[in-house]
């Protein structure tokens, strides 16, 4: 459904993205992760046809995303990264004035949408929360129910219930054979969605695969508090990845095999188990430039 | 041309192009009423006549007033249209595409089945038609005005519909061009600023040339040098060839724009 055949786009500062080489077939629901910079939005930009590319090409269902462009957005649905809305109107009126220009005939899922995302359609977009922007931005890119939705940075500015109910409404979408391409900087945002991943890092892919795998390379930093200092000491002996213990807590970090950790601290009186927010780059990253230097 | 994008965006500007074309009507009355008073007033040829000829040169005003449109077209069209039709133009210009490119609002409007070509092309028929919408609000309240607020005095009605007509086709020029700097900047007060900018300098250029005898050549040079309102008015000049050649660099510069933008990158 998406292609991507060594797509580059080098700006006049050096940066932008090289060889970005992908597809994803129809009905599935594919993650686009990197660090902030990394190149998502100017991928997904050459998606839309709002950049030419300067080598490669992009297809979506077989259509130049670039000479297509306007032909393609009939089965497109997208949500940008930076929310910026028309001003001069309220969310209602912006939803039509998208819908009309789409020619959509009905409404009843939008409207369905925004009851379901809980917000005032009536508000003037210029006294908008960020939140509420966003959940006006989903609601466009969802209510003509359109074969390819792409979406940069989804769930930035939603709350956790509200990033429930979004995650809900993608699922549904997939049960009906939508194709999506989801950006995020954050693993945890999209490993809940997604069938399979593509990591950017420096405008370069540095791995696709499905997300499982990358749960099994994930690696996680856990913080364990042990009832004394003597049974944090003593826990470096074990075979666990220990990174560092101060007094009676330790810093384990573990990638895969969960129940060698759990079995090797079933041994221990454990007060509490924290885990460590990590970026993208600590929980991947790592690993592949790792995997990279051994090879 | 998309019919929702097209009303929508009317709807947007609706404010604005109506204060611009009731302030723009409002002066033009006030300046028709108080002609009855001037033109009566004994000592203003004499006035006139005592001041340099080059400064009467600049605003088209040598050789005093024969009829009421002359005075409309030296009091009025000389210096006020101008500015208030410029600013339109110049603001409702860079707010149209530049605006919607530095906010990043474009990428919902682009995320719809239409092509750039139809996208901008709508845009400018927005402009378009809030410029004839204060152009011809403003050629309405000169004949309404004089008929209502003055007896017996002569009034070319030709003549003054001709002041109009050099007018608008002068601001279709200057809206083209601040259309295409709006097409082709990112940034809402680059494109304004460009625009402004050459507005200024064409009429500084003219208002120089007019002034000195050294310095005629730039007149030639300036956009402006095709409407002479007086001059017009007096029916002393034809309008045709101006307005043909008017008429066919808007077009060539709106072209240019909406050809420009469908073919650039967008940092939306
Ligand atoms: N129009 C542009 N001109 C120059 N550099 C750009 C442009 N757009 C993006 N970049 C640069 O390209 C890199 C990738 O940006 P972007 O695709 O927005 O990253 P991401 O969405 O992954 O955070 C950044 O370093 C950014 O500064
Ligand atoms: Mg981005």
Partial sequence: ???????????????????????????????????????KSTTIRHLMGFMKPSKGSALINGMDTWKDAAKIQEKIGYLPGEISFLDGMDGMAFLKLVGGMRGMKHTNYRDELIHRLQFDVKTPIRKMSKGMKQKVGIVAAFMHEPEVIILDEPTSGLDPLMQRIFIEIVMEQKEKGTTFLMSSHSFSEIERTCDRAAIIKDGKIVVVE?????????????????????????IKQSKLDVISVTE???????????????????????????????????????????????? | MNITLYAKMLKVHAKSISSYAIGSALYLLLIIGIYPSIADAPGLNELMESMPESFLAAFGMEGGFQHVSDFIAGEYYGLLYVVILSIFCLMTASQLMARHIDRGSMAYILATPNSRKKIAFTQALVLITGLLIIGLTTALAGVIGTEILIEDKPFEAMTFMNVNLVGILLFFVISGYSFLFSCLLNDERQALGLSGLLTIVFYGMDLVGKMSDQLDWMVHLSLFSTFRPVEIARGSVDVWPTATFLFLLGTVLYAVAILIFSKRDLPL
């Fill in chain 1, 1 to 39: 459904m998406i292609e991507l055949n060594g797509l580059t786009k080098k700006f006049s500062n050096g940066k932008g993205i090289f060889d970005v080489t992908f597809s994803i077939p129809k009905g599935e629901v594919f993650g686009f992760l990197g660090p902030n910079g990394a190149g």
């Fill in chain 1, 210 to 234: 499905n997300i499982h795998d990358l749960q099994q390379k994930q690696r996680r930093l856990f913080d364990v508090t042990f009832a004394s200092a003597e049974e944090a000491k003593l």
């Fill in chain 1, 248 to 295: 009676n807590r330790a810093e384990i970090a573990v990638q895969g095999d969960y129940n060698q950790f759990i079995q090797a601290l079933g041994d221990y009186q454990i007060r509490t188990i924290d885990i460590h927010e990590q970026n993208l780059e600590e929980v991947f990253l790592n690993y592949y430039d790792r995997e990279a230097n051994r090879s």
